[in-house]
């Protein structure tokens, strides 16, 4: 029994044993398996790696050859174009020195021309800045003109032309030194006067009234043709008052008798003083009716009366005419022209003209201005600067100057 014990005992521990023995073997084989698999695996991965370094050193070295290519060509290029600009160098200082001859022999040929250019601008500003003074008679034009003259010489900066400098310096001093006649204001009195002619009245009746250019009250043709009609309030309270004194005389003294003397003295100062009272106001009736008709006015000519509307109208384009000629003779600069026109229109202003008019006033106050102002002002000559451009001229220009 002890035996069938003990050996049921062994069995089990050889069981056990084997058992674990296998145990072991199967997970000696799975651990060897996994460590095959990761090697594997590692060995594949390393495998793959491998192949993408290799596949970039060779793209890497395919582009470092075409770089190396490029830098190649890239010098070679900038060695042919450091050749290019040595050619153009090379030429550039050729073409200088052939620019630099070509100069030297234009300057040794034309050795004057500059100066001769330069004095021909000069004369000819000096010869414009003349004919401004003698032909129309404008200082400022004349003083520009030399000024732009003085300017072209500042500019020039050569000897040759100081003489000429001084001497428009000293025409400039004259001409500055000269009053100017304001042309622009006597066109506007002329003007004026133009339109001041045109309004004043005239003597001679028109068929608007006696006086044209005023405005005057007319009568209509029904009061011109009966002035007795209104009178007739007035003849009607005349002829009730001498009826009327001797109720007041009577009243005066009631216990005297109607013929004594003292009576008939009051009653016939009383009748005196109402016939003076009629009188004065038949006189303002008629004054008041007829003022407007009938005129006096003192007339130096008496054809100036008599004158028609047509005659009138051809007075007034008369006198614009001598204005027109007498702007004429200012722009012309001719001094007797202008006082004749300015007479004539003065003494055709005083003899039909209404002398009392405002209008008629204002006309002769300026007629009287413009005849007063002068037109001509005696002008300076430039006979310094021309002198001096016609020496530079006689002097030439070939002596070499310094500094040229």
Same mark, same amino acid.
């Given at each position: ?143 520009? =003109?030399?000024?732009? @003259? %003085? #300017? ?5 900066? /050569?000897?040759?032309?100081? !003489?000429? &400098? ?104 009383? =009748?005196?003083?109402? @016939? %003076? #009272? ?5 006189? /303002?009736?008629?004054?008041? !009716?007829? &003022? ?113």
């Amino acid at each position: 029994m002890l035996e069938a014990t003990s050996s049921v005992t062994i069995d089990e521990v050889v069981t056990t044993r084997r058992f674990s023995w296998v145990a072991t073997v199967l997970i000696l084989v799975v651990i060897l398996a996994a460590a095959g698999s990761a090697l594997w695996w590692q060995q594949q991965r390393i495998d793959k790696t491998s192949r993408i370094v290799a596949t970039r050193m060779q793209q890497i070295e395919t582009q470092s050859i075409q770089a190396d290519q490029r830098a190649r060509e890239a010098m070679a290029l900038a060695q042919s174009q450091t050749e290019k600009l040595n050619q153009i160098d090379a030429q550039v200082k050729v073409a200088r020195s052939d620019f630099a001859t070509i100069e030297q022999s234009w300057r040794a040929f034309n050795h004057g021309v500059d100066d001769t250019l330069r004095a021909n601008e000069v004369e000819r500003l000096v010869l414009l800045a003349n004919q401004q003074l003698s032909l129309t008679g404008q200082v400022a034009g004349s003083i520009a =003109a030399l000024e732009a @003259a %003085q #300017q072209a010489i500042v500019r020039f900066d /050569s000897p040759r032309f100081a !003489e000429v &400098g001084r001497a428009i310096q000293s025409d400039l001093s004259r001409l500055r030194a000269t009053p100017d006649v304001d042309i622009t204001a006597l066109f506007n009195k002329l003007d004026r006067l133009a339109e001041l002619l045109s309004q004043a009245p005239l003597l001679a009746p028109t068929s608007h009234g006696f006086s044209q250019g005023k405005s005057q009250p007319t009568k209509s043709a029904e009061s011109e043709g009966s002035p007795s009609a209104p009178s007739a309030p007035a003849s009607a309270a005349q002829s009730v008052e001498p009826n009327e004194a001797p109720a007041k005389a009577t009243t005066i003294a009631p216990n005297v008798s109607f013929w004594s003397l003292e009576t008939l003295n009051h009653w016939w100062q009383q =009748a005196g003083d109402q @016939a %003076q #009272q009629m009188a004065d106001q038949a006189s /303002s009736v008629v004054s008041k !009716e007829f &003022g407007d008709i009938v005129r006096i006015r003192r007339a130096v000519d008496a054809q100036s009366l008599l004158m028609s509307e047509e005659q009138s109208i051809a007075l007034r384009s008369h006198l614009r005419g001598l204005v027109l000629s007498a702007k004429l003779a200012m722009m012309m600069r001719q001094t007797s022209l202008w006082q004749t026109e300015m007479a004539q229109i003065s003494s055709l202003v005083n003899s039909r003209f209404d002398l009392v008019a405002p209008q008629t006033k204002k006309v002769l106050e300026l007629v009287a201005q413009l005849k007063a102002a002068p037109i001509v002002v005696q002008l300076p000559s430039l006979s310094d600067s021309l002198n001096a451009v016609a020496s530079l001229r006689a002097k030439g220009f070939n002596s070499q100057q310094p500094g040229n």
